[in-house]
């Protein structure tokens, strides 16, 4: 079965840090991958997906099928990168299929 | 910027009863999904639709649920008898277009069942 994990339910960082949010993924076939984002308040929303290979807010996301993880990465923390991300993936079918979700702090 | 409109934002219904949550599409988006997310629990994927019919349900999406677009517009998620356990944030989530298309999603609808 598909399956996506996220191994840090929190993860706090202080500004300027560098900031890496883990996923891994257990899927047949190659899956496409996303990154979701929920600021305080706000909707879902997609962050970045990896077949796009786009550095969105100043965070990247590599897909690294021999370690099959797509892990969030970005250089310089800032304070409004406070949110909690999702990593999901999707079959074929259309589905997504989300990860437990990282409550990502950065402090001032 | 079009987007994804879920109504109520917030349900209380006692255990039984029947409730019906509703999502409005944006107007050319041809995907239409429900997730739910359990209070402190994963967003798990309930049910897709498209051209007017279920094309895929998980094991969480019983004879219990349905869904429907009864007039074109409003996309619906029924529970006939609720329990306790369907306590939980539903979201409504549209595409434009099948795989690898973003997925916009609603604000959610919290059901709470007393």
């Known amino acids: 079965a598909q399956r996506v994990t996220q191994p840090e339910k929190l993860l706090s960082v202080f500004k300027g840090a560098p900031v890496e949010l883990k996923c891994n993924y257990s899927?047949?076939?190659?899956?496409?991958l996303f990154w979701y984002v929920q600021y305080s308040r706000q909707r879902l929303q997609l962050l970045l997906r990896h077949i796009s290979r786009e550095s969105i807010k100043g965070f990247t996301a590599d897909l690294n099928k021999g370690e099959t993880s797509f892990h969030l990465k970005k250089p310089f923390a800032q304070e409004e990168d406070s949110a909690m991300y999702y990593c999901a993936g999707e079959t074929s079918g259309s589905r997504l299929t989300f990860g437990e979700g990282t409550q990502l702090t950065v402090n001032p | 910027e079009p987007e994804v409109t879920q109504t109520p934002s917030h349900q209380v219904t006692q255990m039984g009863q029947e409730v019906i949550l509703r999502c409005v599409p944006i107007?050319?988006?041809?995907?239409f999904y429900w997730y739910r997310q359990i209070l402190g629990q994963k967003v798990e994927f309930l049910v897709s639709?498209?051209?007017?019919?279920?094309?895929?349900k998980s094991e969480i999406f019983d004879d219990q649920f349905s869904v429907e677009r009864p007039d074109g517009s409003n996309f619906t998620l029924k529970i006939r008898s609720t329990k306790l356990e369907d306590s939980a944030m539903y979201f409504c989530a549209t595409q434009p277009g099948g795989t690898n298309t973003e997925a916009f999603f609603g604000q959610g609808t919290r059901l709470t069942v007393v």
């Open positions: 107007s050319n988006h041809l995907y």
């Open positions: 639709f498209y051209n007017n019919e279920i094309s895929e």
């Open positions: 899927y047949s076939g190659s899956p496409e």
